[in-house]
């Protein structure tokens, strides 16, 4: 399950793992695509509103 608020989702080049941007707890979600696991979650501040990844 991802923070409060999801809001914005980007995969890694390779599509193994998704970033979530929760707005209401101001984090990242990283997920695990293959089985929806959360790796982690990481701090970013107030209202995370988009995710870019560049590889």
């Known amino acids: 399950m991802t923070g409060a608020d999801a809001h ?13 941007t929760n707005q209401g707890a101001g984090t990242v979600s990283v997920i695990n695509v293959s089985d929806h696991s959360v790796r982690s979650s990481v701090s970013v501040g107030k209202k995370p509103n988009g995710i870019v990844l560049r590889p």
């Open 8 to 20: 914005a989702i980007a995969f890694s080049p390779e599509g193994s793992t998704a970033y979530v």
